[in-house]
């Protein structure tokens, strides 16, 4: 069971990581997944899904499959399937998705735009100040 | 045919107690050949070269990395005309291993689906890897600091206790020919517990890692690289994918986990 766990967490070659302490600037590009534990600044295309981490400050426009933002994010993100905003993330910049999930505690700050227009913030943040907008 | 390029000093001589079955299995395959052995360091080398002029499609290393390295080494320097197949019988298997090549029973298996996948080596500081390259931080297992840049302006800043640089290719055929960085912050350790937890689960996953077709890696002390022929000290690394690949018969169809 560990081991099938430990493998499920392992990377991809293919996935693109960023430790906590280490910063990266300039255009990223990955044909997998990206998760981002330290700070990164610039652009970010990925086809895969985006894990901005807890420790993680991103300055950043991101383009990518879905996303989960439980760190920082300053710019705006397109994630053409999926996002979730976890209790812990803050983000600041426009949102564009077909579905979007917000964890009570959340702060969004930015316009929300969604393809279907079903889809919408499934729990609206809790926190003061933070009202996404659609 | 396949041309069969023997270390009998391998593996402190294990191909002695296993020649016979070897033979007798590769015939059963039908992936019999011609087989040479060599009687010292570079010999593996001249037998890949008068393989190639007498036309053989196909090398096969039996033996550990050193015949494998004169063998990959070889068949570059001719332009990369011959298959390299590899019986890993030797201390360290470190090739054999990337393309999924666990034993020999395995590793003839493999050879007789002859499933082929071309891989481009790198240099690093005008020194050709085919492989892998290890840089290893010295003076104490201190980490040192690392700025990192490549062509398409991507800069990359912090510290490593070591890193190393592969083909992401070789791990998954299926995979573009692309430079694969992995950085490691600190030694690794932790405990006897540390390699059964899931990395992510304490602190995402503790490396840096991707892909980019060069890189230069300035130090802020010299580290010491591995993994070419000769091993160097050095502060500056500029690593660059080549563009000669060379074919190797690999069990991978999907590739592993790295």
Redesign the interface.
């Known amino acids: 069971m560990l081991d099938k766990l430990r493998r499920a967490t392992e990377a991809d070659p293919r996935d693109t990581m960023i430790a906590h302490r280490v910063s990266v600037s300039g255009e990223l590009t990955s044909e997998g997944n990206v998760w981002i534990d330290g700070t990164f600044s610039g652009r970010l295309r990925a086809k895969g899904h985006v894990t901005i981490g807890a420790s993680a400050l991103v300055e950043a426009d991101i383009t990518c499959d879905s996303a989960t933002i439980v760190g920082q994010l300053q710019g705006n993100l397109r994630a053409e399937a999926a996002l979730v905003i976890t209790a812990t993330g803050r983000v600041r910049g426009d949102i564009n998705t077909q579905q979007l999930d917000v964890e009570p505690g959340a702060i969004l700050v930015g316009q929300v735009a969604t393809d279907d227009p079903e889809a919408r913030p499934k729990r609206q943040p809790t926190e003061a100040g933070s009202e996404p907008t659609t | 045919m396949y041309y069969y390029i023997v270390n009998p000093a391998a593996g402190a001589g294990s191909i002695n107690n296993l020649q016979d079955k070897l033979k007798k299995l590769v015939t059963e395959l039908g992936i019999d050949g011609e087989f040479v052995k060599t009687i010292g360091a570079g010999d593996a080398a001249k037998l890949a070269h008068q393989a190639l002029e007498d036309k053989f499609k196909t090398i096969i290393a039996v033996g550990g990395n050193e015949t494998v390295d004169e063998i990959v080494q070889a068949v570059y320097e001719r332009g990369g005309r011959a298959a390299i197949g590899i019986i890993p019988i030797g201390k360290h298997n470190t090739l054999a291993g990337q393309l999924g090549v666990s034993d020999w029973r395995q590793a003839c298996r493999t050879l007789a689906a002859r499933r082929l996948v071309k891989i481009r080596p790198f240099s690093a500081n005008g020194q050709l890897f085919f492989y892998r390259l290890s840089l290893t931080a010295t003076a104490g297992q201190t980490p040192v600091g690392f700025t990192l840049t490549?062509k398409?302006?991507?800069?990359?800043?912090?510290?490593l206790s070591s890193a190393t640089v592969t083909n992401?290719r070789i791990?998954?055929p299926r995979?573009p020919n692309r430079l694969?960085i992995r950085?490691e912050?600190e030694p690794s350790g932790g405990g006897a517990w540390a390699r059964?937890?899931?990395?992510?689960?304490v602190?995402?996953?503790?490396?840096?890692?991707?892909?980019t077709d060069d890189a230069t890696i300035n130090l802020t002390r010299p580290a010491e690289i591995t993994g070419g022929l000769e091993p160097m000290q050095t502060d500056e690394i500029t690593v660059q994918l080549d563009d000669q690949p060379v074919t190797f018969i690999t069990d991978r169809q999907r590739?592993r986990?790295?």
């Open positions: 490549t398409q302006g991507l800069k990359i800043k912090g510290s992401q791990l998954n995979y694969l950085i912050p059964w937890l899931p990395r992510r689960a602190s995402g996953h503790g490396f840096s890692q991707f892909q590739g986990q790295s």
